[in-house]
């Protein structure tokens, strides 16, 4: 019997003392309903914050006078009246708001903030996070590359580019478009690649298949470029940029001869045409012969064209000695694309110089003057059978 007496009296004060913490949690319970907002959201360094607290009485019984204090460190600075007093009705809601800057060197990431209020003499404390944000959230293109370097008119090249995160969180939802609805490629699949997230310092590449057209001219073409992506707090960020491509082709230069009045043991001239068969322009030409036992070169040996259009050509002309009938005539020729590369070949023409005879018969030299000297001589015969015979008139009339 004393021992279901004690089980009985100690059941009791288990009973009471769950009683009492339970009275005693409700009793301590914050009478407000706090809901906070940060606006904007995320906050950047540099940036002016505002800091809202929408509160509600669910209490029992009106509050005349609810004093708010705000505890911000760094590098939140408060910039406005510290404490804030209200009156709350049951059930009725209010908001308080605070002015706060971000310093200019604040770090991504969270900052704790303390909410304190006072409600019938009792002190409460609520913890907020602010969240800062990087100022530099953005895709940075970090290379480009062709396969091949260049690309000739209607081949294919695969462009190759690669985007580093350089925000301190990750970016996702990335994707990268290209633009060549305005230039001469056409794409061989997509103009949007995506990628679903690159983690903070990390890097991505992706691949976009293009053939430039068979009517694209020699150039360096840039492509625009489209960068979207969002933030972890979902935000949206878009950026321009531009890839280039190449398209080329090595230049096809050849020499050919235009005019040969090479007469041999004679100073004669011989044309050489600078023919430009690539489809791109060469720029810087410059042609020079190269000394030979076979010829004497009189006058310049070296002469600077200047540039030559594609399917296009300019004409040179040397004066040269041939000193036989078959010369092998061979020229230095100097020239750039349109890139700036420099290229220096040998070229070697294969010129047969005329005999006098040769030349006289088409001409290069003038022929003995048979004819004019025939009607010299007839001219000189009339006027001695005039003057005879205007002399033997003189003689019978002298008679």
Do not use: C
């Not at 609810?66 to 009705?89: C, G, H, M, W, Y």
């Not at 190759?160 to 609805?181: C, F, M, Y």
């Not at 023919?275 to 012969?289: E, H, I, Q, R």
């Amino acid at each position: 019997m004393k021992q279901k007496i004690f089980f009985t009296f100690l059941a009791s004060i288990v009973l009471l003392a769950g009683l009492f913490l339970i009275t005693s949690e409700f009793a301590n319970a914050a009478p407000l309903d706090v809901i906070f907002e940060q606006n904007p959201f995320p906050s950047h360094a540099g940036e002016q914050v505002v800091l809202s607290f929408h509160v509600t009485n669910n209490g029992n019984t009106n509050l005349t006078s609810v004093t708010f204090s705000l505890d911000v460190n760094d590098p939140l600075i408060l910039r406005s009246a510290k404490e804030k007093t209200v009156s709350l009705q049951v059930g009725e809601s209010n908001t308080t708001s605070y002015n706060v800057y971000v310093q200019e060197d604040a770090d991504e990431g969270k900052e704790t903030i303390t909410l304190t209020y006072d409600v019938n003499g009792n002190s409460y404390d609520e913890d907020f996070d602010v969240q800062i944000a990087s100022n530099q959230v953005f895709l940075q293109v970090e290379q480009v590359t062709s396969n091949p370097e260049s690309v000739a008119p209607g081949s294919s090249v695969i462009i190759i580019i690669q985007v580093k995160n350089t925000a301190n969180s990750e970016v996702k939802d990335v994707v990268l478009g290209l633009d060549v609805s305005n230039l001469p490629f056409a794409p061989e699949s997509v103009t949007e690649q995506r990628i679903g997230s690159i983690g903070d310092g990390s890097k991505s590449s992706v691949s976009f298949n293009l053939i430039a057209l068979s009517t694209a001219n020699i150039a360096v073409y840039k492509i625009p470029l489209t960068l979207t992506y969002y933030d972890i707090y979902g935000n949206k960020y878009q950026r321009q940029d531009v890839v280039s491509v190449n398209v080329f082709e090595t230049p096809d230069i050849d020499l050919l001869l235009d005019k040969n009045s090479l007469i041999i043991g004679l100073s004669s001239n011989i044309s050489v045409k600078v023919l430009n068969k690539g489809l791109g322009k060469v720029n810087f030409v410059a042609l020079t012969v190269i000394p030979s036992s076979d010829y004497d070169i009189k006058g310049t040996s070296y002469i600077y064209v200047g540039s030559v259009e594609s399917d296009d050509y300019s004409s040179v002309d040397f004066m040269l000695t041939p000193k036989a009938k078959e010369n092998v005539i061979t020229f230095n020729l100097e020239y750039r694309d349109v890139n700036n590369k420099k290229y220096v070949i040998t070229k070697t023409l294969d010129v047969n110089a005329y005999t006098a005879q040769e030349a006289q018969r088409i001409g290069l030299l003038p022929g003995f003057p048979w004819f004019t000297i025939i009607i010299i001589l007839v001219i000189i015969v009339l006027i001695i059978f005039f003057i005879s015979r205007r002399r033997k008139k003189r003689k019978k009339l002298m008679s």
